[in-house]
C-alpha cells in the first residue's frame, strides 16, 4: 500500500528527555512536512523539507530539529527545549511536480510529556 | 495566503446534502481553494481543490462563486462516517519563495446526526 506511516501512535516521555518521532513515506514525493496541533486548534507548521538534505524553519521550529537524508523519510527530534512538548504531531507530504502540491497527512503521533 | 473564515459548528441529517460554506474575500488570482477533513484523532484528508470552476469528485462538490470570494463545499449524501472537522484552505499553487505551508483555521465541526 502507498502511503505515509507514523510511528508510534502513542508516546509517553519524562520532561527533560529527547524524543524522536518517526515519518516514512513511499509515494515518492520530494516534499515532506511536520505539523503540530493542540487541542481544539489547527494545525502549526514545525519544519518542511522540499528535497533531501534540505529542510527549512516553519513558524514554531523552536525546541525542534529534522532530517532529510533519505526521501522517504523525515525524522523529527522534540528536544528538552520544547517548553510544552504535549501535543498531537501531523507529518504530511507532497509531490510538486507537474503543477500539483496536495499534501497528504499520516495518522499522526500523540505525545504525552509526563 | 489569504485568510478564510468558516462557521465553527454545522449539523445535519444523515442522508441529506450537507453544504458547507467558506469565506475568502482576500484571495488572489493564483490561490486555489483547498478543503481537508479531520475525523478525531486522525490525520487530516485531502477532499477537493479547485481555482474558479465548480469540481467534483468521488468525495464531494466544490463551488467557488464568480467573484471567488467565496465557495462552498457539498457531501451530497452525509454519512456517520462524514462526521468530522472540516477545513477550508486557500493558498497559491506555488508560492513565491521557500514557503509551502499550509495556513489552518479552526475549521467547521459538521455532526452528521441520524
Known amino acids: 500500500d502507498g502511503g505515509i506511516t507514523q510511528s508510534p501512535k502513542y508516546l509517553f516521555r519524562k520532561e527533560g528527555q529527547n524524543v524522536t518521532l518517526s515519518c516514512e513515506q513511499n509515494?515518492?514525493?520530494?516534499?515532506m512536512y511536520w505539523y503540530r496541533q493542540d487541542p481544539g486548534q489547527g494545525l502549526r507548521l514545525i519544519y518542511y523539507?522540499?528535497?533531501?538534505?534540505?529542510?527549512q524553519k516553519g513558524d514554531i521550529a523552536e525546541g525542534y530539529s529534522v532530517s532529510r537524508e533519505k526521501k522517504e523519510s523525515f525524522p523529527l527530534t522534540v528536544t528538552s527545549a520544547q517548553k510544552n512538548p504535549t501535543a498531537f504531531y501531523l507529518c504530511?507530504?507532497?509531490?510538486?511536480?507537474?503543477?500539483?502540491?496536495?499534501?497528504?497527512f499520516g495518522p499522526g503521533t500523540r505525545l504525552t510529556v509526563l | 495566503d489569504a485568510k478564510t473564515t468558516q462557521p465553527p459548528s454545522m449539523d445535519c441529517a444523515e442522508g441529506r446534502a450537507a453544504n458547507l460554506p467558506c469565506n475568502h474575500s482576500?484571495?488572489?488570482?493564483?490561490?486555489?481553494v483547498y478543503w481537508y477533513r479531520q475525523i478525531h484523532s486522525q490525520g487530516p484528508q485531502y477532499i477537493i481543490h479547485?481555482?474558479?470552476?465548480?469540481e467534483t469528485n468521488e468525495m464531494a462538490s466544490l463551488i467557488i462563486t464568480e467573484d471567488r470570494k467565496s465557495s462552498t463545499l457539498i457531501l451530497p449524501h452525509a454519512t456517520l462516517r462524514d462526521t468530522a472537522v472540516y477545513y477550508c484552505?486557500?493558498?497559491?499553487?506555488?508560492?513565491?519563495?521557500?514557503?509551502?505551508?499550509?495556513?489552518w483555521g479552526l475549521g467547521t465541526s459538521l455532526a452528521v446526526n441520524p
Open positions: 482576500t484571495i488572489s488570482g493564483n490561490e486555489y
Open positions: 509515494l515518492n514525493h520530494d516534499a
Open positions: 504530511a507530504s507532497s509531490t510538486t511536480s507537474g503543477g500539483r502540491d496536495t499534501q497528504y
Open positions: 479547485g481555482l474558479k470552476n465548480n
Open positions: 523539507s522540499q528535497i533531501v538534505n534540505d529542510f
Open positions: 484552505i486557500v493558498r497559491a499553487l506555488r508560492n513565491a519563495g521557500n514557503n509551502r505551508k499550509l495556513i
